[in-house]
Each structure stands twice: as C-alpha cells, then as structure tokens.
C-alpha cells in the first residue's frame, strides 16, 4: 500500500476506519469471486433458521460491486461519519460504536418489513442524518451546483442515488436509514433533554463498552 494511502487511512477515526476497509474489503472479495452476494445479504431464515449468523453482520459492509453508486456511497458514508467522530463524539469511541450498533439492530428488525437484504446504505445514512442535524446552519456545497443548509443534505443524497441507481428500491433503503438516524438523533438530543433529563442505556454506552474502547467515564 503507498505511504501517501496508508498515512491517510491511519488518520480516520478507529470506527469510521475499521467499517471503511470492511467495507472495500468485502466488495472487492465479490469484485475477485471468493464470495457472491448471495453468501452476504440478511434476511431472518437465512441468519437464524439455516444458522448462517454471520449474514447479520455481511449486510452492513456490502455497498454492491465497484461502481460509481459504490464511490458515491463510500465517499459520503466516510465524509460525515468521519466528521461526526471527529466532532461530536471526540474522544467517545464507545458513545459512536453504540449509536451505529443500536441503529444496526433497528435496520435488522425492519429489513423483512421494506425486503431490505443489504443494509449497509441504509446504515451509512444514519451518521450522515446525525451530522446534519446537529449542524444545522452548515451551508453544503453539492458537487459545486447548489448549496443547501445540512438538514437538506440526507435528502439531496438520497435523491442523486435514486438517479444514480435508476430505480426507487436505493431511495426507498435511504429514506429508511435517514429514519433510524432521526431516531438515533431524537433519542440523544431531544428525549434526553427535554423528557427525561439524563443520558439512559439508549442514548450513552454501557460502562463495560466504554472499558472496551479505553474510553473515559
């Protein structure tokens, strides 16, 4: 690997980084046919009745075979989960592992609701959702055409990815995962606030994960 690239790499966050080379690892093992499709994506009978588990974690780091959708996915997916590490959850590990956690959890449970059997996108847009909401007045420039406020931005990107797929099923997956962000986001920043008064079980790390990741508490 060039220096220049492995410098790069070393420098995004540990959570980010890890789901970033699983991520290009697992597309290119199909791109090289060690695996197909058919061994990664989830679904409940498959994970649990043929005791094939390993699909419940194979579907959040499939993005699809290299293409300009899996560039488009990838960068965007990197861009905002890397500055919401960054920012946000400097320094809390644990705190951005257990929000991406119990958001994977969520698109599990609904995946044979809306026949989501990869939910890799779908999860890639909770950091993106999280971000803009906690920069509200972030004006993003979008590939230099227009400039929207941060809340638009999960939309503007679902929207470029029904373009950029050709059908409604990729936006359909999206607008799911920019739900499981709302509520990730609600969960954190409004229930907390305004309704209980204190971080709980769903909104911070359990103390043993925080261990884990030599986080301190």
């Known amino acids: 690997m ?3 690239i492995e410098a790069w790499v070393t420098q995004i966050p540990p959570v980010t980084r890890t789901w970033l080379i699983l991520a290009v690892l697992t597309s290119v093992a199909v791109q ?3 695996v197909t499709p058919l061994q990664l994506y989830f679904s409940f009978k ?3 009745t043929n005791n094939q588990p390993w699909r419940a974690l194979t579907t959040f780091f499939y993005f699809g075979s290299i293409s300009l959708d ?6 965007f997916f990197m861009r905002y989960s890397r500055m919401l590490e960054e920012s946000s959850f400097a320094n809390r590990k644990a705190d951005y592992f257990w929000l991406l956690f119990l958001s994977s959890i969520m698109l599990l449970a609904l995946s044979p609701l809306f026949n989501l059997p990869f939910l890799s996108s779908p999860l890639a ?13 972030t004006p993003i420039s979008l590939f230099g055409l227009v400039t929207i406020t941060a809340p638009y931005l999960p939309f503007a990107l679902v929207g470029f990815s029904w373009v950029l797929s050709g059908t ?21 920043d409004v229930w907390t606030r305004e309704m209980v008064g204190g971080p709980t079980v ?8 925080k261990r884990l990741f030599g986080d301190d508490f």
């Open 202 to 209: 769903l909104s911070e790390a359990p103390d043993v994960l």
């Open 168 to 188: 409604w099923r990729a936006a359909a997956s999206d607008l799911v995962g920019c739900a499981v962000g709302h509520v990730g986001w609600f969960v954190r």
């Open 2 to 4: 060039p220096v220049g």
């Open 46 to 48: 498959a994970a649990f």
């Open 70 to 75: 899996f560039v488009f996915h990838l960068f």
């Open 32 to 34: 090289s046919q060690l």
């Open 125 to 137: 847009y909770v950091p993106i959702y999280f971000w803009s909401r906690r920069h509200p007045s």
